[in-house]
């Protein structure tokens, strides 16, 4: 093939692969999200099962659009589901159907997603989330097209594609005995991965004007800008919640600063990651002491056990100062701390509140302040404490807390 056919060929990719940006409103130049979506397109046509995996935030709910739009069934149904939303005990009967009587609360026969998607597509979100006796009905689906509906015994027959996304590590997931093994093969017979957004530094600029374009326009404001630092610092910063969090930050300062035009030293004070590292629980921590966090939750959780710590060791301290315990004088870099040393009420206060702090109570305070942020609306307060919402169904439970809800 001569140089200018290869060209021409490049060119024509690169087209389709703009007008399926457009299509779709994804924003981006950066090649790992070109050639998740140049995968996309090959692997629309065929019958494949796919697994998109990312992390959270990253834009994963629009490729299984994509495919489905491009293949074969587009003329059929496409659902979506979340397979983290819909509680333990009635995820089958959701997924598959039941049968009149089959569970209390069952007055009539029901039809799956599945069944309803026949013919079609069917986006099982965050499938790293199911029960492992979900995974083995799907495994039979990805098998042999054959379901069998909640407290039935007879055998179905379907012709669905499944796509599938987690930002769960399946291998890990295996390893510890919370994901079958042969159904992460079939799921992943094409893996798509997308980028996370610190991996798309370039992009970040561009997602940024169209957030803060798209807040001006439906709030009636002039749109916000950075200046050349706070560009960098956008550029630089890890962006744990991805394109997510990023829409979010620009949305708050959007609303919040009158200043049009952002500085790094207020673009600075909206990203938590930065914050948090400035805590003292979090620094100078030795290498034996090092640990990895998977969510804000865990994060909170340290900050606390190490606040608490911290004051025990000041309560312990002042105490020694106090009753002549330590009768070596205290240096200049020691006076400014114990300045108001006869006046402890503060710290007697926050030595109470924090002995009367524990992890459950932070957990269930966490969760009424989320409800009450959303009028009650479990699933948006479910995505405000980045858990699942069958997680918080869980912890409504687990903390009897149904009656003040």
Same mark, same amino acid.
């Given at each position: 093939m001569s140089t200018e056919k290869i060209t021409d060929k490049a060119m024509a990719a690169k087209d389709i692969i703009q007008q399926v940006k457009q299509r779709f409103g994804i924003i981006g130049n950066a090649a790992g999200l070109h050639r998740a979506i140049d995968l996309a397109l090959q692997v629309a046509p065929t019958e494949m099962s796919v697994l998109i995996t990312g992390e959270s935030g990253a834009g994963k709910e629009v490729f299984p659009q994509i495919i489905h739009q491009n293949s074969l069934r587009k003329h059929g149904q496409y659902i979506a589901v979340n397979c983290g939303a819909i509680p333990e005990g009635t995820i089958d009967s959701e997924l598959f159907g039941h049968e009149k009587g089959s569970f209390?609360?069952? &007055?009539? /026969? +029901?039809?799956?997603?599945?069944?309803?998607?026949?013919?079609?597509?069917?986006?099982? /979100?965050? %499938?790293?989330? $199911?029960?492992?006796?979900?995974?083995?009905?799907?495994?039979?689906?990805?098998?042999?097209?054959?379901?069998?509906? %909640?407290? =039935? =015994?007879?055998? !179905?027959?379907? @012709?669905?594609?499944?796509?599938?996304?987690? *930002? %769960? /590590?399946?291998? !890990?997931?295996?390893?510890?005995?919370?994901?079958?093994?042969?159904?992460?093969? +079939? $799921? =992943?017979?094409?893996?798509?991965?997308?980028?996370? &957004? +610190?991996?798309?530094?370039?992009?970040? &600029?561009? $997602?940024f004007r169209k957030f803060a374009s798209d807040c001006a326009e439906k709030y009636r404001m002039p749109s916000i800008q950075l200046d050349d630092e706070a560009k960098q610092l956008l550029q630089s910063y890890r962006w744990p919640g991805n394109v997510r969090e990023l829409k979010n930050v620009t949305e708050r300062i959007s609303v919040v600063e009158n200043n049009r035009v952002i500085t790094a030293d207020e673009l600075r004070l909206y990203l938590?990651?930065? @914050? #948090?590292?400035?805590?003292?629980?979090? #620094? *100078? +921590?030795? @290498?034996?002491?090092?640990?990895?966090?998977? *969510?804000?939750?865990?994060?909170?959780? !340290?900050?606390?056990?190490? #606040?608490?710590?911290?004051?025990?060791?000041?309560?312990? &301290?002042?105490h020694d100062i106090m009753s002549g315990n330590i009768s070596r004088p205290v240096s200049v870099e020691d006076k400014e701390p114990y300045a108001s040393i006869h006046d402890m009420s503060p710290i007697q206060e926050v030595e109470t509140v924090e002995e009367s702090l524990s992890l459950e109570d932070v957990e269930k305070e966490m969760i009424r302040k989320a409800l009450e942020r959303h009028s009650g609306r479990r699933r948006n307060a479910a995505v405000d404490l980045k858990i699942s919402e069958r997680t918080l169904y869980r912890k409504i439970k687990e903390y009897n807390m149904e009656k003040g809800i």
């Open positions: 209390t609360g069952a &007055l009539a /026969d +029901r039809k799956g997603y599945f069944e309803f998607a026949d013919g079609g597509t069917i986006f099982l /979100d965050e %499938v790293g989330e $199911l029960p492992t006796p979900t995974q083995a009905r799907l495994l039979r689906v990805l098998e042999s097209g054959e379901f069998i509906k %909640v407290g =039935s =015994s007879k055998v !179905q027959k379907i @012709n669905v594609r499944i796509v599938a996304a987690t *930002n %769960v /590590d399946l291998v !890990q997931a295996i390893a510890q005995h919370k994901f079958r093994e042969d159904l992460y093969y +079939r $799921l =992943s017979t094409f893996p798509i991965q997308i980028p996370p &957004l +610190r991996e798309r530094p370039e992009d970040t &600029l561009l $997602l938590p990651s930065l @914050n #948090m590292e400035k805590l003292p629980a979090l #620094m *100078n +921590r030795g @290498n034996d002491e090092q640990k990895i966090f998977h *969510n804000e939750r865990e994060i909170l959780y !340290q900050v606390l056990f190490d #606040m608490k710590k911290d004051v025990a060791e000041l309560k312990k &301290l002042v």
